[in-house]
């Protein structure tokens, strides 16, 4: 036991592994069970144990349990558990958004928000606080989750005398995420809405970052993680999830959905994507689309998948040849495109031929009247539709680019290649 | 849009090849160097008299490698996965144990068939060992071992040698199908070496590391339930195949070598012998060819795949696209497996052929503690849906983990008698 004065709180550690299979007694000594299953309520609070389970639960689906709650076990490094005078056990109807420790989380795949990595729980470290003076009611706190070895060979050792095994465990290193950045993952459906307590942690990762641990998951769970994001999110993240990935998990959900995801995706990746799926499937999310993104795709669609045009995107900034700063800007602001990938604007006339280029810099450092004739870059680099995948990448190498717009026959503007795609394009042929 | 029949064509036949891979390659493997001794000591010691082990054994190892299927078509991850999520780390860490003990002799076993089918060629294990062991380490860790898997499929197309050698041999085909059939007299079973050759014949074919091996394909991948159809007819096809080639090598050294008195295998040249009278001198090129290819590709799955189980199960991280430093333990356990295998096998005068078949006896032991963590991962509801075992499959799998269990255990307690009587 720690007593620390600054904090006032007396604490004692231990672990999930430790609880689990204590014997626990009454004030009387009466034997009550043993600890099969720690029982979190989110709805109450999402970082402490509420109750004890005597039993473990049975199925996904049991709806009672013998449970002590946790404000009535006094604390202690030795075995059995000791129960406040009058406490005792009771039948507990399980809270709708209940949490098992062991079940749910001891050996299961988490995932590490803060590390962006699919890890697997060895062992989960609680800590007993009570207030300074009131050492008969404590609280358990979830401190942490050990996914490194000491925690395995804690485990591993259970059973040996405890100090032992705190020594042995202690030569090990031990890897820990603080259970703020703990993201738990459901597989049963019908769990999975329950558990969505703050589990908006995941939003505020790198889509590249969501992308590697869907795939680094088992299919159920990776369902499960994909359905609790929301559309910009999930498009983002489809985005950079391989090929094959992507079609499983467009696959597994309904047409409806499917197009809203594929709506804001860029034009570009989702033809790519739709010319995955069977032609059944790509009708069906075509089908719910807008009509406006609907017809994007499908123009791009039309382009065989190693042409530069099966490549570009169509979401780009244009602007009249004869407009000023001002206009640019206005117009960058009306863009409904991924705004990161926007490095130039593109100038064009009446019939939409490509005149000129003008670096976003460029727009920035003019003044707002300034004609962007005079900003703009009149050595034009450009492709054709059919050019060839290596032709796109030597222009990019030779002429130091970030972005090449893509030309039909005409010069009519039809969309542009990012250096983003070049990089896939050259790291694939490896 | 251009979806055109030939594109959704090409499809479908994409599909069909992604599929047709881990059940087949995991039934060649099983022809490995551990295999062919084993099946060539059978036939040399014992005659026809092993042979109705074989249509029970294909039955057991269709039904296993199914299961095993199934579980990573279903759940998309590995059977080490399945059994550190469902049954914890303690558990898990035993099986692991045992499992690396039992590879090694399997790892042992490949150097030696690799030692063994060189020096038929007059090279000494000396050279060939430590050359071939570099050779496959660096395939894997440097390499890009998918195109060594294709290339050692397309060279496996060797073992159809057996068969035509078999047919040559003009082995007694009446006696030989009567004895498929028949089961051996009681008087047989009081013999150990028959038991442990019963175990060991078990053990080549339904080998544990190549149930783990199989489902982590599978769930490389990336089969689902929907295309799991073509992976349960991939594996019945490689299944069939490789015990039809298992079948073929007892004959035919039950046709030469026990019928002429050589009843022993000490080297591999011996078992080579048995293909000169029909073959002539191709025999050890056909012979020592065969072997060293399948040794050689188990050398280079096996390490790998008990790399990868291990990792897997323990919570390591693992997989050859990420670097040393990022994967530390999985790559420096691969490397010790390779290492401490080949250097065993250098020892002079290593008895190659019996501590292969040793390992494979041990495989045999090993193969119903997995069988039941199989089987209670299959038949949980919770994990398989509706994709649990038929009352058949339960009955089938069970019953082929008791009898190995059962012939297990009397050998073991046979020999402890035996050990204890000296």
């Not at chain 1, 994007?296 to 979401?315: I, Y």
Request: proline share 4%; charged share 20%; glycine share 6%.
């Amino acid at each position: 036991m720690i007593t620390d004065a600054m904090s006032r709180l007396t604490t004692l550690a231990t672990s999930l592994s430790a609880l689990i299979g204590r014997p626990v007694v009454a004030a009387d000594g009466r034997r009550l069970g043993s600890v099969r299953e720690l029982l979190v309520d989110p709805s109450v609070t999402g970082n402490c144990v509420a109750y004890m389970a005597l039993a473990a639960p049975a199925t996904v689906t049991a709806h009672t349990l013998p449970v002590v709650s946790v404000l009535d076990v006094l604390p202690s490094p030795k075995e059995p558990l000791r129960l406040r005078i009058g406490a005792g056990s009771s039948e507990l109807n399980l809270p709708e958004r209940v949490v098992f420790l062991e079940k749910d989380l001891l050996d299961q795949q988490i995932i590490d928000v803060h590390g962006h990595k699919v890890v697997r729980v060895n062992d989960v470290d609680l800590v007993w606080e009570a207030a300074h003076g009131q050492e008969d009611l404590w609280t358990l706190r979830i401190a942490e989750v050990e996914v490194g070895i000491r925690g395995a060979v804690r485990r591993l050792l259970k059973g040996l005398p405890r100090s032992t095994v705190e020594t042995i465990a202690h030569r090990f290193q031990a890897r820990v995420i603080p259970w703020e950045f703990v993201d738990l993952i459901d597989r049963d459906p019908s769990r999975r809405v329950r558990l969505k307590v703050e589990q908006d942690r995941l939003s505020h990762m790198h889509p590249s970052d969501i992308a590697d641990i869907l795939e680094e998951l088992g299919p159920a769970e990776r369902d499960a993680v994909f359905t609790s994001l929301n559309e910009e999110l999930a498009a983002e993240a489809l985005e950079e999830v391989d090929p094959k990935l992507q079609k499983a998990l467009i696959e597994s959900m309904d047409s409806e959905r499917a197009a809203g995801i594929v709506e804001e995706m860029d034009p570009g990746a989702a033809a790519d994507l739709l010319s995955e799926l069977s032609d059944e499937r790509s009708e069906a999310i075509l089908g719910e689309m807008d009509p406006e993104e609907r017809q994007e795709v499908e123009e791009l669609l039309e382009f065989p998948g190693d042409w530069a045009a099966g490549r570009m995107t169509t979401d780009f900034v244009q602007v009249s040849a004869t407009a000023d700063v001002a206009t640019a800007i206005e117009a960058l602001r009306a863009f409904e495109g991924d705004t990161e990938n926007v490095t130039e604007i593109y100038l064009v006339d009446e019939q939409n031929r490509l005149k000129g280029i003008v670096a976003l810099a460029n727009i920035l450092l003019a003044s707002s009247h300034t004609p962007l004739a005079n900003v703009a870059d009149s050595r034009l680099v450009s492709c054709a539709l059919d050019a060839s995948g290596k032709q796109v990448a030597e222009l990019f190498d030779k002429y130091n680019l970030r972005s090449l717009p893509v030309l039909e026959e005409d010069h009519q503007i039809a969309g542009v290649i990012h250096a983003e795609h070049v990089i896939a394009l050259l790291r694939a042929e490896r | 849009m251009k979806q055109t029949f030939w594109k959704r064509w090409r499809i479908t036949i994409m599909l069909v090849f992604a599929a047709l891979g881990p059940g087949f390659i995991t039934a060649n493997v099983d022809n490995d160097a551990g295999g062919i001794l084993t099946y060539s000591q059978a036939g040399a010691q014992y005659g026809y008299s092993l042979l109705w082990t074989m249509l029970p054994i294909t039955i057991a190892l269709i039904v296993v490698q199914e299961m095993c299927a199934r579980m990573g078509a279903v759940t998309g991850k590995g059977l080490s996965d399945l059994i550190r999520e469902e049954f914890g780390l303690r558990l898990t860490f035993i099986v692991m144990l045992l499992l690396i003990f039992v590879n090694f002799g399997n790892v042992m076993a490949e150097f030696s068939g690799i030692a063994g089918s060189l020096q038929l060629f007059h090279l000494t294990k000396y050279i060939s060992v430590p050359v071939c062991a570099f050779l496959v380490w660096a395939l894997v860790v440097k390499g890009d071992y998918k195109v060594v898997e294709k290339i050692f499929l397309f060279a496996s197309v060797v073992y159809l040698a057996y068969i035509v050698a078999g047919v040559l041999g003009r082995p007694d085909w009446h006696e030989a199908m009567v004895q498929t059939i028949k089961l051996p007299p009681r008087s047989a079973w009081s013999d150990q070496e028959y038991l442990y050759m019963t175990i060991g014949v078990i053990g080549t074919t339904i080998t544990p590391w190549m149930q783990f091996y199989l489902q982590s394909s599978i769930v490389e991948k990336g089969i689902t339930v929907r295309q799991y159809k073509a992976s349960r007819l991939d594996v019945i096809i490689g299944s069939i195949f490789t015990d039809i080639v298992a079948w073929f090598i007892v004959v035919v050294c039950a046709a030469t070598l026990f019928t002429h008195g050589m009843r022993r295998i000490d080297q591999v040249a011996d078992a080579a012998e048995a293909m000169r009278p029909i073959a002539g001198d191709y025999a050890f090129i056909l012979f020592a060819a065969g072997l060293f290819n399948a040794s050689l590709f188990a050398a280079s799955i096996l390490p790998l795949s008990t790399a990868y189980t291990v990792c897997e199960g323990m919570g390591f991280e693992s997989g050859l696209d990420k670097t040393w430093k990022q994967a530390p333990f999985f790559y420096w356990f691969y490397t010790l497996l390779i290492v401490t295998g080949a250097s065993v096998v250098l020892i002079p005068n290593f008895p190659l052929v019996r501590i292969t078949i040793l390992s494979q006896v041990l495989n045999g032991l090993l193969l119903p503690v997995i069988m039941y963590f199989m089987l209670r991962l299959i038949n949980k509801r919770e994990l398989m849906g509706d994709y649990v075992n038929s009352i058949w499959f339960n009955v089938i799998a069970w019953a082929t983990a008791l009898i190995v269990t059962v012939l297990s255990l009397v050998l073991v307690w046979r020999g402890v008698v035996q050990a204890l009587q000296h």
